[in-house]
């Protein structure tokens, strides 16, 4: 086999095959992350501390955008009263739930789209310059606005901040079902709009009854596949030591041989018997690289086969116990529906 084809296969494996392994191994900590936002705000949602389980499962949604996690955002912001948040999540969920939704989360939020319409409004902007909007101390868009923002009813501050610093302030009161247009006007000089008191309503307590007591098991989770990954990758990096010997192997065999032509007369079909060693000797690293490189090439590609089928099997292993997890958490909107929540 010519060495600069072996060189070739090598350089092809190398740069081909391992990328897969690596990419494996990235993936498998963004499952972990993804596991733990999900269990945290789990067990956040079942203390009655709505707020700090919405934010774990928002952290969720910027790692893994599944429409069932809208769900998890909406029902925790309905139960603390949000019922602008908790909109705009079901609004979500439903729209990419679409006709394939677990039919109780879909009732569920059909109806707590329908309570949370008495009470919200939208503001509206149409400001062109790239600005942040904040109603109470909450950051809700920025302009120029896609669509209306979705607020509670009643009283508001709102503020547009350019670069975090705040440049004009306003306060204003959101009818039911209405949109507000605010518009940017640059304040006089040391003039400031006094702020009102927000009015909020307090947030409603669950009954023993609807808070769901079962716990879930960080430890239900399979972890045969992310084994599988794991001596993938290990198997594509001895795989790639042994290709690395074989070129070592390759380039010594290779200077023995420019040796011996430059010792030997080619007119003669072998060597004088004072430089067999030399040719010996370079015979068997030309075999052990001949071996290297073809066992190093197919141990790479098996390591990178495994730890592909591992990454995909755990991630489609994952994504289906994710949303058999959530199933359990249904309940709780059932309870809420039959104690007369609607």
Same mark, same amino acid.
């Given at each position: 086999?010519?060495?600069?084809?072996?060189? #070739?296969?090598?350089?092809?494996?190398?740069? @081909?095959?391992?990328?897969?392994?690596?990419?494996?191994?990235?993936?498998?900590?963004?499952?972990?992350?993804? !596991?733990?936002?999900?269990?945290?705000? @789990?067990?956040?949602?079942?203390? &009655?501390?709505?707020?700090?389980?919405?934010?774990?499962?928002? %952290?969720?949604?910027?790692?893994?955008?599944?429409?069932?996690?809208?769900?998890?955002?909406?029902?925790?912001?309905?139960?603390?009263?949000?019922?602008?948040?908790?909109?705009?999540?079901?609004?979500?969920?439903?729209? &990419?739930?679409?006709?394939?939704?677990?039919? !109780?989360?879909? %009732?569920?939020?059909?109806? %707590?789209?329908?309570?949370?319409?008495?009470?919200?409004?939208?503001?509206?902007?149409?400001?062109?310059?790239?600005?942040? +909007?904040? #109603?109470?101390?909450? *950051?809700?868009?920025?302009?120029?606005?896609?669509?209306? +923002?979705?607020?509670? /009813?009643?009283?508001?501050?709102?503020?547009?901040?350019?670069?975090?610093?705040?440049?004009?302030?306003?306060? +204003?009161? @959101?009818?039911?079902?209405?949109?507000?247009?605010?518009?940017?006007?640059?304040?006089?000089?040391?003039?400031?709009?006094?702020?009102?008191?927000?009015?909020?309503?307090?947030?409603?307590?669950? /009954?023993?009854?609807?808070?769901? #007591?079962?716990?879930?098991? /960080?430890?239900?989770?399979?972890?045969?596949?992310?084994?599988?990954?794991?001596?993938?990758?290990?198997?594509?990096?001895?795989?790639?030591?042994?290709?690395?010997? &074989?070129? @070592? /192997?390759?380039?010594?065999?290779?200077?023995?041989?420019?040796?011996?032509?430059?010792?030997?007369?080619?007119?003669?079909?072998?060597?004088?018997?004072?430089?067999?060693?030399?040719?010996?000797?370079? *015979?068997?690293?030309? #075999?052990?690289?001949?071996?290297?490189?073809?066992?190093?090439?197919?141990?790479? %590609?098996?390591?990178?086969?495994?730890?592909?089928?591992?990454?995909?099997?755990?991630?489609?292993?994952?994504? *289906?116990?994710?949303?058999?997890?959530?199933?359990?958490?249904?309940?709780? &909107?059932?309870?809420?529906?039959?104690?007369? !929540?609607?």
């Amino acid at each position: 086999m010519d060495m600069r084809f072996k060189f #070739v296969v090598c350089a092809f494996l190398l740069l @081909v095959l391992q990328p897969y392994s690596l990419r494996a191994a990235d993936d498998d900590a963004r499952v972990q992350k993804i !596991r733990e936002h999900y269990f945290a705000g @789990v067990s956040l949602r079942e203390k &009655g501390q709505y707020a700090e389980a919405a934010k774990e499962f928002r %952290a969720l949604v910027a790692l893994s955008p599944r429409y069932e996690y809208y769900f998890e955002i909406g029902e925790c912001e309905y139960l603390r009263n949000r019922y602008d948040l908790a909109f705009e999540a079901f609004t979500t969920f439903r729209n &990419g739930a679409g006709k394939n939704g677990d039919p !109780r989360s879909m %009732a569920f939020s059909k109806k %707590a789209l329908k309570e949370s319409s008495k009470h919200i409004g939208y503001l509206n902007s149409n400001e062109n310059k790239e600005l942040e +909007i904040w #109603v109470d101390g909450e *950051q809700r868009g920025i302009t120029p606005l896609a669509k209306p +923002i979705v607020i509670l /009813t009643g009283k508001h501050q709102v503020v547009f901040k350019l670069d975090g610093a705040s440049k004009y302030k306003t306060n +204003i009161d @959101v009818p039911v079902g209405e949109t507000v247009l605010v518009a940017y006007v640059a304040p006089a000089p040391k003039a400031e709009s006094t702020p009102e008191a927000v009015q909020k309503q307090p947030e409603k307590k669950l /009954t023993p009854a609807e808070i769901p #007591v079962k716990s879930q098991d /960080t430890k239900s989770i399979p972890r045969r596949h992310a084994t599988l990954k794991t001596a993938g990758i290990i198997t594509a990096s001895v795989g790639g030591a042994v290709i690395a010997a &074989g070129i @070592v /192997t390759g380039i010594w065999a290779q200077h023995k041989d420019n040796k011996l032509d430059e010792r030997c007369d080619k007119r003669y079909p072998s060597c004088p018997q004072k430089y067999q060693n030399l040719a010996d000797s370079g *015979q068997n690293l030309a #075999v052990t690289t001949d071996v290297l490189l073809p066992l190093g090439g197919a141990i790479m %590609a098996t390591g990178a086969v495994l730890a592909i089928v591992g990454y995909r099997r755990s991630k489609k292993k994952y994504e *289906q116990l994710s949303f058999q997890l959530i199933q359990p958490t249904r309940d709780l &909107g059932m309870s809420l529906m039959l104690n007369g !929540r609607f």
